[in-house]
């Protein structure tokens, strides 16, 4: 049988651990439960934020036929998302060539092009003293995108 001690001892450690997980900085039990409701919070609200944006890119790009690029910035990096309704022949080069001139080092990457073309990467600065910024990154794939799509790349 499990004594008090245990039970204690094992709540103990499910706090400490639910604490590290929100990055709370509370020391009581009620505090770090409440961090990490807000947690939660932020984390529904941003799949919100990210689905009204793939629904958003899904219906532009039936109007517009270059890719939607989404930006956002991480505790170290960014969280780059490139999107379009059609395969885009070429488009992965000349974006990761924008990562290479930025000095941006691709950390995680997937990309999926069978119908559609969807790439999704977290990208860091290779740099310290370099201040590149989410804008900055949007206006370089952007402009990456635009490159491409004068070149004559598209299927």
């Known amino acids: 049988m499990v004594s008090k001690e245990q039970k204690r001892a094992a709540l103990h450690e499910q706090l400490q651990h639910l604490r590290s997980l929100t990055n709370s900085h509370a020391l009581n039990k009620s505090s ?13 609200q941003k799949v919100e934020r990210l689905n009204q944006e793939i629904a958003s890119a899904e219906t532009s790009s039936a109007h517009d036929p270059l890719p939607t690029v989404t930006v956002e910035t991480l505790e170290k990096g960014f ?10 022949s070429g488009l992965l080069v000349s974006i990761l060539e924008v990562f290479e001139e930025m000095r941006l080092t691709v950390l995680e990457a997937r990309v999926s092009c069978t119908d559609t073309f969807r790439f999704q990467a977290v990208g860091e600065n290779e740099e310290e003293g370099d201040t590149v910024d ?22």
Not at 79 to 88: D, E, M, P, R, T
Not at 135 to 151: D, E, L
Request: charged residues 25%.
């Open 79 to 88: 969280l780059i998302n490139v999107y379009s309704a059609k395969g885009c």
């Open 134 to 155: 989410e804008h900055t990154v949007k206006q370089a794939v952007g402009q990456a995108i635009k490159n491409w799509s004068k070149g004559g790349d598209q299927e």
């Open 32 to 44: 770090i439960i409440i961090d990490a409701s807000k947690y939660i919070e932020k984390l529904k």
